[in-house]
């Protein structure tokens, strides 16, 4: 009997302290009403804008391409090279091209020749027709002579013809080869800056399917444009002329300005997500953009000066009140109508406002009843872990 109990005390003791332990742990933390802070409502200018990343480009681009296939013999421009519209920057073998055009020369001569022959023929076919028809009239020869004759005739004149439609043929060859000969050599088509040079010497370019590109060039690099891609829930916001700032990752402390100049009907579609690209005109007088830079771009959609506002938390603070009453409340409010919670004494009382334009950190408020400096209620932020006030976590 001394033995169980010794063994069953050690037993019970142990089932105590976890009971106890699981007691604590259920007790239910102390409640209180909804925690809250108060914040003054500030006058200031107010700016509402739309939040999109963009690229930087230059206004104008040409991509100059070969219209003949060959190897690349000479390039007479490189990156970042400035070239005048009419320069030549780079030679296509023109080997092939010269033996194809000396072919369509000789093609030329011999259907020139056949043209001459054909002339022979025919006057020579008109002489007998002519002789036959005095021997005929003489009744010194017969019908069918004169005939063949006539029939010989026409046949020259239509060997004739034949013979100067291929020398057309061969006029308009040799006309195909040498724009095929001068397509050898690459002309800039405009003034402007290389900003990329996609082939190197002793390269094979083929335009058998489409013209390869060589070079990119730059018209202006003064002038630059940023393609920003606005998602469709603000895009009904934005327009042209709108005041545009952005920034890019080479320059943080620096703001760029600039305007939108367009906003493009073409959706384009990311994980699902429609967005529409607007062109923002930007002025790079000191090149200190470069094409294909990120911007993270802000649009000036709408902008007050001097009005009341407060932070977006103060509209969705609820306080502890009765479902009822609460219901009641939001059931007077209308359109854009929204309740702040102001303090008289230790009570709060709702002031109902309604709301304008929404900045990055503060919304736009109107009310009679509101003043500049008035205290009103937003939710205490809320910590990483809430304390309870009694209890034992044993995990």
Do not use: C
Request: hydrophobic share 45%; glycine share 6%.
């Amino acid at each position: 009997m001394n033995i169980n109990m010794k063994i069953l005390l050690p037993v019970a003791a142990a089932v105590a302290l976890l009971a106890t332990a699981w007691w604590l742990q259920k007790t239910p933390e102390s409640k209180g009403g909804p925690a809250y802070t108060q914040v003054e409502v500030k006058r200031a200018d107010i700016t509402s804008v739309v939040s999109a990343t963009g690229t930087v480009n230059p206004l104008n681009t040409v991509q100059v391409g070969s219209q003949v296939s060959g190897a690349v013999q000479r390039l007479h421009a490189d990156f970042n090279d400035e070239v005048k519209k009419g320069q030549v920057i780079a030679q296509i073998d023109p080997a092939v091209f010269r033996a194809e055009l000396a072919e369509a020369e000789g093609n030329v001569k011999s259907a020139e020749a056949g043209v001459e022959k054909a002339k022979v023929g025919v006057a020579d076919a008109k002489r007998e027709l002519d002789r036959q028809n005095s021997l005929f009239e003489k009744k010194l020869s017969a019908e069918n002579v004169l005939d063949a004759a006539r029939f010989a005739y026409d046949s020259a004149r239509v060997e004739q013809q034949v013979k100067e439609a291929a020398l057309v043929q061969a006029l308009a060859a040799r006309k195909r080869e040498e724009v095929n000969l001068a397509y050898t050599t690459i002309y800039a088509p405009i003034d402007g800056v290389i900003i990329s040079r996609d082939v190197d010497v002793g390269q094979t370019v083929a335009a058998s399917l489409q013209a390869p590109t060589l070079f990119t060039i730059a018209k202006d690099l003064t002038q630059m444009q940023v393609e920003a891609e606005v998602d469709e829930s603000f895009i009904g916001q934005v327009r042209e002329g709108m005041p545009v700032t952005f920034s890019v990752f080479a320059y943080p402390g620096r703001a760029f300005e600039g305007v939108v100049k367009q906003v493009r009907l073409h959706p384009t579609v990311e994980a699902g997500v429609v967005k529409y690209n607007s062109i923002i005109h930007v002025e790079n007088a000191d090149l200190a953009l470069k094409p294909g830079m990120t911007a993270t771009v802000s649009i000036e959609t709408d902008k007050r000066q001097q009005v009341l506002q407060v932070p977006p938390s103060a509209l969705r603070f609820v306080p502890d009140l009765p479902e009822e009453e609460l219901a009641a409340l939001r059931k007077e409010l209308k359109r854009n109508q929204r309740v702040l919670w102001t303090f008289d004494g230790d009570d709060l009382v709702p002031i109902t406002v309604t709301t304008g334009i929404r900045g990055e950190r503060t919304v736009e408020v109107i009310s009679d009843q509101l003043r500049e400096d008035m205290q009103v209620a937003v939710p205490e932020k809320r910590k990483a872990a809430r304390k309870r006030s009694i209890g034992l976590s044993l995990f």
